[in-house]
């Protein structure tokens, strides 16, 4: 009678072989599933800024005559700026209600400039 299957010693190396490419595979799979996550956070991030100054080419007069001012993620929410459901890729529990962007103003006497710096939700 023939003897049909694998001996120890071949499934060992088969269990060797798939652990060396695990170890390979893995660390750099982890590593681009958290480059994605960041570059998409910073994608969120850039996507509240153009809310942002949206927001601020509709709503000048309400910043007329003040050198800085803060726009909270709900209020462009709620303008039609941003969608209802946005979320941090990277953490995707935490709510942005919190984070805001504040546009600083700067005139001089031939134009105004906006300088926009987000600021972040406190996640916890």
Known sequence: ??????????LLGVIVILSLLLLIIVPSVTSSIKKGQNNADDNTRDSIIL??????????????????????????????????????????????????VTITITKTANNTKYSYKYNKASCE
Do not use: H
């Open 1 to 10: 009678m023939k003897n049909k299957g694998f001996t120890l010693i071949e």
């Open 51 to 100: 809310g942002a100054r949206n927001w601020l080419s509709d709503n000048k007069a309400t910043v007329k005559d003040q050198t800085s001012y803060t726009v909270n993620v709900s209020t462009l929410q709620s303008g039609g700026y941003l969608p209802k459901n946005i979320k941090l890729p990277s953490n995707s529990s935490c709510s942005l209600d919190t984070a805001s």
